[in-house]
């Protein structure tokens, strides 16, 4: 049974960073892209960064590059997703989701996590 399990959400003051983890388990994730999410209340799930497995390629989205940075362990199988100058706009549930494709859509991917709540206040 293929797991994403995300962790380290929390609240958080603006101007603060924490740690996401994304723990992966059930297959080889070898050759898939990994993806944080982060979808606010009332709005569309949205790509914020992307990896592959072999941690080669990234991508940020506009609105966290050079604040956010994501990496890979694959000893581990855990991507992680540090989260820098943290502002109250990043609120959001983050979601971790593996697929084949480096899409920017969340059709892309096969796999989800359940989610992490971060709040940040201002």
């Known amino acids: 049974q293929v797991q994403l399990v995300e962790s380290g959400g929390g609240l958080v003051q603006a101007g603060g960073s924490l740690r996401l983890s994304c723990a992966a388990s059930g297959r080889t994730f070898s050759g898939y892209n990994m993806g944080w999410f982060r979808q606010a209340p009332g709005k569309e799930r949205d790509l914020i960064a992307r990896i592959t497995w072999s941690g080669g390629n990234t991508y940020y989205a506009d609105s966290v590059k050079g604040r956010f940075t994501i990496s890979s362990d694959n000893a581990k199988n855990t991507v992680y997703l540090h989260m820098n100058s943290l502002k109250p706009a990043d609120t959001a549930v983050y979601y971790c989701?593996?697929?084949?494709?480096?899409?920017?859509?969340?059709?892309?991917?096969?796999?989800w996590g359940q989610g992490t709540q971060v709040t940040v206040s201002s």
């Open positions: 989701a593996a697929g084949r494709i480096s899409g920017a859509w969340p059709y892309d991917y096969e796999y």
